[in-house]
């Protein structure tokens, strides 16, 4: 699945793990996206769309 959003670019960001000893390794944070239809210019057209995005109608739902 794709690791960013297609509409307000938002991608996977990384940071550290840090244990109750303050011991670090590296993670990752992945947005949360799904792939849903949406109306573009009038055409209906898969896309990778936050859940964000989804949730504010940044995008309008093809059926």
């Known amino acids: 699945m794709a690791k960013y959003c297609e509409i307000c670019k938002k991608g996977v960001v990384s940071g550290n793990n840090v244990s109750h000893s303050h011991r670090k390794s590296k993670r990752k944070w992945a947005p949360n996206v799904q792939r849903?239809?949406?109306?573009?210019?009038?055409?209906?057209?898969?896309?990778?769309?936050?859940?964000?995005?989804?949730?504010?109608?940044?995008?309008e739902r093809s059926i």
Request: proline share 4%; glycine share 8%; net charge positive.
């Open 36 to 59: 849903v239809r949406v109306v573009e210019n009038g055409t209906p057209m898969r896309k990778y769309v936050c859940t964000r995005c989804l949730r504010s109608g940044m995008v």
